[in-house]
T-cell receptor
Framework: DGGITQSPKYLFRKEGQNVTLSCEQNLNHDAMYWYRQDPGQGLRLIYYSQIVNDFQKGDIAEGYSVSREKKESFPLTVTSAQKNPTAFYLC?????????????FGEGSRLTVL | GQNIDQPTEMTATEGAIVQINCTYQTSGFNGLFWYQQHAGEAPTFLSYNVLDGLEEKGRFSSFLSRSKGYSYLLLKELQMKDSASYLCAVLDSNYQLIWGAGTKLIIKP
């Protein structure tokens, strides 16, 4: 079945460590996104990519990095520079230029810094 | 700045009707979305409005008034499985999605 797969679902990290969250999609979508979700706040855009080998910073890119070497894959690295990384991370994809721009989300990855 | 407001939490009874409001102030408007998110899960698409009026889809309807910067999601014949958070999001003039914090809907028997 087509969809978006995020892994791991739960991740624990010590302070000062970098971690990489995986996001893979087989929907053949060009655009992919990373959001962060915190309690009581709306989704906040970290990075997005509309085409392979190109990506743009979102509203809260500091302390994060991404790559888009393949259409299917858009991994997110949470670096030690991210001051408050404990959050729920959501990866999404869409077909750019469609009328609705509907987003398809992965199941999410919950990162906890110990 | 850009802002989307929705109530933090609402409670309703199984079988009843509930209306979740969303007001927005954004730089431009290219459509409004409603998503449903069960606890610990990913959001799923419910509706999209770009023109004024009511869009009906089964038990769920979504209304938009662009002049008032206002939308609502109407849920009829509530079921226990409708207990979830409902997220309102607006596509601004740069085609970026601005998200509300979500409304947690609690359904009681």
């Amino acid at each position: 079945d087509g969809g978006i797969t995020q892994s791991p679902k739960y991740l624990f990290r010590k302070e000062g460590q970098n971690v990489t969250l995986s996001c893979e999609q087989n929907l053949n979508h060009d655009a992919m996104y990373w959001y962060r979700q915190d309690p009581g706040q709306g989704l906040r855009l970290i990075y997005y990519s509309q085409i392979v080998n190109d990506f743009q910073k979102g509203d809260i890119a500091e302390g994060y990095s991404v790559s888009r070497e393949k259409k299917e894959s858009f991994p997110l690295t949470v670096t030690s520079a991210q001051k408050n990384p404990t959050a729920f991370y959501l990866c999404a994809s869409s077909i750019p230029g469609t009328e609705t721009g509907e987003l398809f989300f992965g199941e999410g990855s919950r990162l906890t810094v110990l | 700045g850009q802002n989307i407001d929705q109530p933090t939490e609402m409670t309703a009874t199984e079988g009843a009707i509930v209306q979740i409001n969303c007001t927005y102030q954004t730089s431009g408007f290219n459509g409004l979305f409603w998503y449903q998110q069960h606890a610990g899960e990913a959001p799923t698409f419910l509706s999209y409005n770009v023109l004024d009026g009511l869009e009906e889809k089964g038990r769920f309807s979504s209304f938009l008034s662009r002049s008032k910067g206002y939308s609502y999601l109407l849920l009829k014949e509530l079921q226990m499985k409708d207990s979830a958070s409902y997220l309102c999001a607006v596509l601004d003039s740069n085609y970026q999605l601005i998200w509300g914090a979500g409304t947690k809907l609690i359904i009681k028997p």
